[in-house]
C-alpha cells in the first residue's frame, strides 16, 4: 500500500487498486480514461456470472493494435464502436449484461461473451493467478456479405 493525501492507496498488478466503481461500469471506464492507470475492481456485473474488473492495461504495439484491458479495446475498437453509435462506457457494459456465453469458444481461462457482431474475452487467470474475472480483449466480427 502506498500513502497519499493522507489516504491509502492500494497498488496491485495493474496499478492502483480503485474499489469505489463497484457495479459501476460507466463511471470506472471514464474515471481509468482519465488516469490511464489501474484497476477498478468488481466494476461489471453479470446475473448468475459474476463480478468482472476493469484494467486500463496498456497497448504494447499500436500499428498492430496489441495490448490488453481497456486501452487496448480504445486503440483497437473505439471508431468501430462510435460507428455503431455507442460510447465505449456504455457499449462494454451493454455487450457483458446480454451478450451470449459462448460454451464452445469458453476454457478455463477465459470466457466469451458473444452475438453474431461481436465478442468479448474475459479472463478468469492472470499470469497463472487466479482472479476476479477481468475484462481483456474484445472483436468485432466482420460478416461477409453476399452478392
Known amino acids: 500500500m502506498n500513502r497519499k493525501n493522507g489516504t491509502t492507496i492500494e497498488i496491485g498488478e495493474f496499478g492502483p487498486i480503485y474499489r469505489q466503481f463497484k457495479g459501476k461500469p460507466k ?14 475492481v468488481r466494476a461489471l456485473f453479470r446475473p448468475g456470472f459474476g463480478y468482472i474488473d476493469i484494467v486500463w492495461g496498456e497497448v504494447t504495439d499500436s500499428v498492430k493494435h496489441k495490448g490488453f484491458g481497456l486501452s487496448h479495446i480504445i486503440d483497437k475498437h473505439e471508431k468501430d464502436i462510435n460507428n455503431l453509435g455507442y460510447r465505449i ?11 451470449h456465453i459462448s460454451k464452445k469458444r469458453s476454457d478455463e481461462k477465459k470466457v466469451v461473451f458473444e452475438s453474431s457482431t461481436f465478442r468479448f474475452v474475459v ?23 453476399e452478392s
Open 27 to 40: 463511471e470506472a471506464i471514464r474515471f481509468l480514461r482519465k488516469v490511464k492507470n489501474g484497476e477498478c
Open 89 to 99: 462506457e456504455d457499449f462494454i457494459p451493454l455487450i457483458i449484461q446480454f451478450g
Open 123 to 145: 479472463q478468469v487467470s492472470w499470469n497463472g493467478q487466479s482472479k476476479v474475472f477481468l475484462l481483456t480483449a474484445f472483436s468485432l466480427i466482420k460478416k461477409v456479405r
